[in-house]
């Protein structure tokens, strides 16, 4: 059969993503709609925390296990057998709605997130494999919009549906039993969007398996040994460990607001389901606004900037939304929520998939997965503690707020070169918009020496907002450095190289680069020469450890309120 072009697969890959997303959310919906209906608003919360809980268990079991079929066979081959499984699984659906088995459907979403929890690690890491390094924070931002608009219309869809039928039918809207055969017809809509995206996998370009000689053995998985094998491969680098954890305490807060929040808007504001849901339901319309702009700004390079401005945001929001009473303007609270939250997850995503090896980014996936479904699980439990014992939905708010200012603080602290942006618009009164190019280059774990014809100390804020990895500076003896760059320095945790001879110079230079770092020149006019010669002196040695990049930076034109610079980052010199 003929292979599907890359552009062609561009499209059904989204629908893909989109699809499995809709029906999964879909039942979700269904099930709360119900649960809303036919309960108080403790007794909604609790069950919200506790569906979504079910949701969390295949990722916390099988993750090591999705990672593993990510890498041993083609990504695609896994989209297709896990978009199948959804056919007969929604049949079974169908038959519960119809024979009014709440129960029955209500724990089926423990399989509706098992065929997800297989998918996810594929989906991801197909991005890489299928569309390269350099627009990886583009696609992740699109494949993020899918994402988050199939929630959106999942929920307003199905919630509004769901309440129409059952009010045509004349059920008892008072029995779970009888709410959800109201509403029943819905199931065959489930099982048409299964086939749909059964068919799409068949429009996907087939790219080989990235480690098909691996095997998988279950003694390993009872004694742990894949777990503890999974964490050290996903840790092995800072950058993906740190954007774990953040993207953790992210869907971790989000998963208990979700889950609460609902039942805050019932008791405090004393909202319709309808309005309810669709609150939520905006959220993650704000979420999608975020992640395509968060994508466009992102266009070639990887915008780490946007991470604490993200989780400044995102706390304001929480205080907001523990005070509010107004339906409108939580709505709009809602929406600027999402918005700042699709800011601070796409960098986070891109930045893990540029730091992982390929033959290893369906384990590194797989582990970012099972870290935060763990965090959003260990904080549904608290959760359901916390309604057990009768602690005011206020007080759970709260609780997040305190852990979303951990988040502002971490993400000050990890991601210091996120204030080189912030001091260049405070230095030029304008903002920078970047134009990047040739970003793969840099996603070798090898050592990179950064080399230039122009190159010069006022462009290393531009090369540093464009390179996902911190730049080691090398200076002349006396220089002075700004605050931003001595903070910068110190969180890197990397002194900078000060030359004052060639011999000293180029030895300290190769340690560097045989440590894996990225060496950038911040030399001014007088010693220029110097590091010329030793650039020249290394690039005449035979050195296999490290890459020499020829790297250039063009002001292009300025405006009122933007500068407009591109930063192209070559192939070897």
Not at 415 to 443: A, C, D, W
């Amino acid at each position: 059969m003929k292979q599907p072009s890359l552009a062609k697969s561009l499209i059904p890959f989204l629908i893909i993503a989109f699809l499995n997303t809709f029906v999964d959310i879909g039942h979700k919906a269904l099930m709360m709609d119900t649960v809303y209906a036919t309960s108080n608003a403790h007794q909604y919360t609790l069950l919200s925390s506790v569906v979504n809980a079910l949701m969390l268990l295949p990722y916390l079991f099988l993750f090591t296990f999705s990672g593993f079929i990510a890498d041993r066979w083609p990504k695609v081959f896994i989209l297709r057998i896990t978009a199948f499984s959804a056919i007969p699984l929604t049949v079974f659906l169908t038959l519960c709605y119809f024979s009014g088995w709440f129960w029955l459907a209500f724990l089926t979403t423990v399989l509706m997130a098992l065929q997800s929890v297989l998918n996810s690690p594929a989906k991801y890491g197909y991005i890489r494999e299928a569309f390269g390094v350099s627009g990886i924070a583009r696609l992740n931002g699109m494949v993020q919009a899918a994402v988050i608009m199939a929630i959106v219309i999942s929920q307003a869809v199905f919630t509004f549906s769901a309440n129409a039928l059952v009010s045509h039918r004349l059920v008892d809207v008072h029995s779970r039993s009888g709410f959800i055969m109201g509403f029943a017809p819905i199931g065959f809509i489930l099982i048409v969007l299964a086939a749909l995206e059964f068919s799409m996998t068949f429009r996907l370009l087939k790219i080989p398996a990235a480690d098909p000689s691996s095997r998988y053995q279950l003694i390993n998985y009872v004694t742990t040994r894949y777990l503890r094998s999974y964490l050290n491969t996903a840790f092995h680098k800072k950058g993906i460990f740190v954007c774990m954890i953040g993207l953790s305490l992210f869907f971790a807060i989000n998963q208990e607001l979700l889950a609460i929040y609902g039942g805050y808007l019932k008791e405090s504001v004393g909202a319709s389901a309808n309005f309810a849901l669709s609150s939520i339901g905006i959220a993650g319309l704000g979420i999608l606004i975020g992640a395509v702009l968060a994508g466009r700004i992102s266009r070639g390079f990887i915008e780490v900037a946007m991470i604490p401005l993200a989780t400044l945001a995102m706390c304001l929001g929480l205080v907001f939304l523990s005070h509010l009473h107004n339906p409108p303007l939580i709505i709009v609270m809602m929406l600027l929520y999402g918005v700042f939250a699709g800011f601070l997850i796409v960098p986070l995503n891109a930045l893990i998939q540029f730091h992982a090896r390929s033959e290893v980014l369906g384990r590194v996936l797989a582990t970012n997965n099972f870290l935060q479904m763990l965090a959003m699980f260990s904080y549904l439990m608290i959760g359901i503690i916390l309604i057990y014992y009768q602690f005011s939905i206020g007080f759970q708010l709260n609780i997040l707020i305190i852990l979303g200012s951990i988040g502002l603080l971490a993400s000050l602290y990890f991601f210091p070169q996120s204030l080189v942006r912030y001091e260049l618009m405070i230095k030029i009164r304008k903002y920078t918009h970047l134009v990047v190019n040739g970003l793969s280059v840099l996603s070798s774990p090898k050592g990179i020496l950064i080399v230039g014809d122009d190159l010069n100390a006022g462009d290393w804020p531009y090369f540093q907002m464009a390179c996902p990895r911190y730049l080691r500076l090398v200076i002349s003896s006396g220089q002075r450095l700004s605050w931003s760059q001595r903070y910068y320095m110190w969180r890197a945790n990397s002194k900078p190289i000060i030359i004052n001879n060639r011999a000293e110079g180029e030895h300290q230079i190769l340690q560097s680069l045989y440590r894996g770092e990225v060496v950038h020149s911040l030399c001014q006019d007088g010693h220029n020469q110097l590091w010329k010669e030793i650039v020249n002196s290394i690039d005449k040695g035979k050195h296999s450890e490290f890459d020499i990049i020829r790297a250039d930076c063009d002001h292009l034109t300025d405006t009122r309120w933007i500068s407009y610079v591109s930063v192209k980052w070559g192939g070897d010199s």
